[in-house]
């Protein structure tokens, strides 16, 4: 089956000439267009590799890698990445941080000057549907954990990239906050339509945003299961406290414990 991104029968190992590390052995997984796809798997498993091969950071010793229906051969424009760490210029303010891809990735890049009006409400739309109204003028400093994955999140989609790829967007944020963020990242994904492509350890936040969940072994990384999660949309934050919900969860829980056993 081809997908919006497609890798096929990957092998990917570190080192000078890959002789180091094998990371990933075999894998082959294809993502489907405007879907949202979760990964999990026991720590060191490959994820953060898989993540950099569909965005063209790496490239693989053996198999394809396909995003748009095209063969990965450098950095993907098409995508934009959020991870753990905001990672925002302390220099800027929040709206130049989140406008920063339009001054590196084309054709935003050459229109920026002539366009800047434009850029600038496109940037602030943004903000505003990730409940940032009026906080571009802050500097990151000035905005809780929270608040700057929101402006992260923004930051990687202000070029309207048509893949979004997260690798633990949420994982240095509490409980709360974190639920909340899923609630934001769940309502762009219904407005905008892009594919998506979520890294984390967090199995509740896998179910509640993913249309499917891709467990992935320990190292080398292979997939070893796709889990199917079909509750409606929009799914509401009560959903995780169902015994449905948590069926799934706990079934992926199992996968993951045998994958580490047989590590
Ligand atoms: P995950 O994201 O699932 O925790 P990673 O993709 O980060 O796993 O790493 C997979 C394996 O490859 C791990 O054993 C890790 O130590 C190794 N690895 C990752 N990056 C490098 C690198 N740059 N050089 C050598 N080994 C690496």
Known sequence: ???????????????????????????????QKGEFAAVVGPSGCGKSTLMKLATGLIRPQAGTVEVAGREVNGPVSVAGMAFQNPSMLPWRTTLQNVMLPLEIV?????????????????????????????????????????????????????????????????????????EELWQVIRDLHAEKGFTVILVTHDLREAVFLANRVFVMSARPGKLIVEQQVDFPRPRPIDLTYEADFNDIVHELRGHIAQARAAA
């Open 1 to 31: 089956m081809t997908g919006f991104v497609d890798l096929r029968d990957i092998r990917l190992a570190y080192g000078p000439g890959g002789d180091g590390t094998l990371a990933l052995d075999g894998l082959t997984m294809a993502v």
């Open 106 to 178: 084309e054709p935003h890049r050459r229109r920026l000057s002539a366009e800047r009006a434009a850029y600038v409400e496109r940037a602030e739309g943004l903000l505003e549907m990730v409940g940032l109204k009026g906080f571009g003028e802050k500097y990151p400093w000035q905005l809780s954990g929270g608040m700057q994955q929101r402006a992260n999140l923004c930051r990687a989609l202000v070029h309207e990239p048509q893949l979004l790829m997260l690798d633990e967007p949420f994982g240095a944020l509490d409980a709360f906050t974190r």
